[in-house]
């Protein structure tokens, strides 16, 4: 008896690599029963006492992270070191080693086994079991356990079914006895099981049939990687007896069309149940309608795991074959053998049945093939504990859910819904950080507390633009006083300059009148003779500067229409000047009101939470109209610039 026989702990059949996995939670999300994967580290572990090693999680993991384990390597070691063994071979082969089954046989005992024997009769002989012990009982229902992930799953997280359970083992459990009771040569071999499941290796630790668990996928594999061309070895047939129609117990529904040819009409009291969630689901629902006290339609359950049988089983391969295709192999290989045994089609005789009747009868006796299970509930209370409603509010409340629309049940996690994901947050089994709501929930705050900061500095900006506008507006309206008093000093200047103008014109009389009278001293100079002489000198000097103060008049003229033309111009500026500023005050003073509703809109939402996203498109607005209001006052600051800039630059005669 090996450290698993017992109903203390089960054997690990899934492997995980941390180094791998991702804690992506696809796994959990793909497991049945959730609870044996732990997701509250950096990567899912699994419990395997809870684990019933369908190995539904290793085909999810896209990352490589889990892979089956199989007694593959053992299985090479003891043989190559001499150990007697012999390979029995589940019906699951018909698919994936199509067309090359007896190759395989061939290549078995060229690599040193025994001999080789097909699980399919092993299944014709569970059939009769199963026959007999409706006979015998005639039990209320009866469910079928070919399927060791169903019964670990039932001996686990059901246990009020085990009273159910069929008293007769597997096929594969008939073929090792019947190996044991009717093949003397081979009683003491070992038994290496080419299988398409790792969770057989559970089953032949419960019932201590079976040493090597070979899964089709790991064996296939290993061919790959030697070489392995099983085309080059002979078709050899197998040691025991061929089934007949048993060869379909790989395929949904193969047992209950097996037992209809014993029972005929049993089909139609048999449920045929397979695939998750549904048979876990048809499963807990039969458990709750026996427990209370109510009874099934059906007499049979022919139930499995996965949903397109053994022949898609954890440990297979070509898992992308179509359905058609992968059925067509298997009930091409049940016709062969019902045309071998003549009990089908034109063929079919009576004498075929009989003969194929008392084959089975000669293999099969009672009480060999029986089957005891281990309640294993216990397992399930040691690492389960279910929270109570006081204790359950409190794990929501940390995962940020205060009310019903908080419990999304978006399954992200990868469990059913949030009630599920919060007991495996209480029994240590998940972390709230795996929670989509909750992760929404942090990033929804720490965006809100953003936008807070963000609001705040805004604020702390739009009271600074408004203390710097309030300064701006302050020097618009000095900078508009100093003009209108430049205004007003121009205009004085004109007036002034008026004033020359009525001087210059009597500095042009009193040149004009001198220089007439310096001519008419001439005259009589000339007249005097010589005593006039000197006289002559004088009205010449006199009259020429006459004519020097005209040309000067004539320049200061000019130079007056100039400081005119300037003044002019000057007051035409400042005026333009003036309404400027006076629109640049407007906007200034605009610019301050938006400015003000930014900070009344800001101190609203730190007020509120609610709303934050309307706010800020309320501000964005605010913003536009700022920014336009800004460049309307660049503009006119650039124009004011530029004209007094031309001012500047106007030469004003001193």
């Known amino acids: 008896m090996n450290e698993y026989s017992s109903a203390d702990h089960l054997r690990p059949v899934v492997y995980v690599d941390p180094e791998k996995c991702c804690n992506c939670h696809r796994c959990i999300s793909v497991c049945p029963v959730k609870m044996c994967n732990n997701g509250s580290g950096d990567h899912v572990s699994v419990n395997h006492d809870l684990c019933i090693g369908c190995g539904t999680c290793i085909d999810a993991c896209v ?24 390979a029995i ?40 079991s199963y026959v007999e012990e409706i006979k015998r009982d005639r039990p209320s229902i009866m469910i079928s356990q070919p399927c060791p992930a169903l019964v670990s799953f039932i001996e686990i997280y059901q246990p009020e079914l085990i009273p159910y359970l069929a008293k007769a083992d597997s096929p594969m459990a008939h073929t090792v006895e019947c190996i044991r009771h009717f093949y003397p040569a081979y009683k003491d071999c070992k038994i290496a099981v080419i299988s398409p499941c ?15 668990n070979v899964t089709m996928k790991n064996l296939n594999f290993w061919f790959q990687q030697n070489g392995i061309d099983l085309s080059t070895y002979p078709k050899l047939p197998y040691d025991n007896p061929p089934a007949e129609r048993a060869v379909l117990y790989s395929t949904p529904g193969g047992l209950m069309r097996t037992a209809e040819r014993f029972v005929p009409g049993i089909s139609s009291k048999t449920r045929k149940i397979e695939g998750q969630p549904a048979v876990f689901e048809y499963l807990s629902g039969l458990n709750r309608l026996l427990s209370s006290g109510g009874h099934s339609y059906y007499q049979l359950v022919d139930c499995l795991n996965c949903e397109k049988g053994c022949n898609r089983g954890g440990g297979t391969v070509n898992n992308n074959m179509p359905l058609d295709e992968l059925e067509e ?40 093939y029986d089957r005891n299970y281990n309640d294993r509930s216990a397992t399930t209370r040691k690492f ?9 509010q409190q794990i929501y409340l940390s995962m940020n859910k205060h009310s019903k629309a908080d419990m999304y049940d ?62 701006n507006v302050h020097d618009l309206q000095e900078i508009r006083n100093m003009n209108i008093l430049t205004t007003e000093g121009i205009k004085d200047l004109n007036k002034k300059i008026n004033g020359i103008w009525d001087i210059v014109g009597i500095i042009n009389n ?5 220089k007439i009278i310096a001519f008419n001293a001439e005259l009589e100079a000339s007249s005097s003779g010589e005593a006039g002489k000197n006289f002559h000198i004088v009205a010449t000097e006199i009259r020429r500067l006459s004519d020097t103060v005209i040309d000067s008049i004539k320049e200061i003229k000019t130079i007056i229409g100039e400081i005119q033309h300037a003044s002019d111009r000057l007051i035409l500026d400042s005026k333009k000047g003036s ?76």
């Not at 057989?200 to 090597?212: L, P, Q, T, V």
């Not at 389960?384 to 359950?392: A, T």
């Not at 605010?622 to 630059?649: K, M, P, R, V």
């Open 384 to 392: 389960i504990r279910r929270p109570n409603n006081e204790e359950l």
């Open 579 to 654: 309404q400027q500023i006076d629109v640049s005050c407007e906007n200034a003073k605009s610019l301050e009101r938006g400015f003000g509703s930014i900070m009344a809109t800001s101190r609203s939402n730190e007020q509120e939470s609610e709303g934050i996203q309307s706010r800020i498109g309320q501000m964005a607005d605010s913003g536009e109209q700022i920014f336009s209001t800004l460049q309307q006052i660049a503009h006119g600051i650039e124009e004011f610039s530029q004209n007094t800039s031309g001012i500047s630059n106007t030469t004003v005669p001193e």
């Open 63 to 86: 990352h490589g992270a889990r892979t089956g384990v199989d007694d593959i390597q053992s299985f090479f070691r003891d043989l190559k070191s001499g150990e007697p063994i012999v």
């Open 410 to 471: 978006c399954c992200a996690c990868g469990y059913t819904g949030c009630e599920q994901m919060a007991v495996a947050i209480f029994n240590g089994l998940n972390r709230r950080e795996n929670c989509h709501h909750y992760v929404q929930a942090i990033a929804n705050e720490d965006h809100e507390k953003e936008i807070r900061e963000a609001v705040y500095s805004i604020t702390e900006a739009v009271r600074s633009g408004s203390e710097a506008l309030k300064s």
């Open 89 to 128: 071979v589940a019906p699951a082969v018909a698919v994936n080693f199509a067309g090359q089954d007896l190759e395989l046989n061939g290549w078995l005992k060229s690599i040193g086994v025994k001999a080789v024997f097909d699980v399919a009769f092993g299944a014709e002989l569970t059939t009769k």
């Open 198 to 212: 790792y969770a057989k290796r559970r089953e032949f630790d419960e019932n201590n049939r079976g040493d090597y």
């Open 510 to 514: 009193v040149a004009d009148q001198t």
């Open 329 to 368: 192999l298997v009930e091409r290989r049940a016709a062969e053998r019902q045309d071998q045994w003549k009990t089908a089609g034109r063929k079919k005789s009576k004498f075929g049945l009989k003969k194929l009747e008392r084959t089975v009868n000669a293999y099969w006796k009672p009480g060999i």
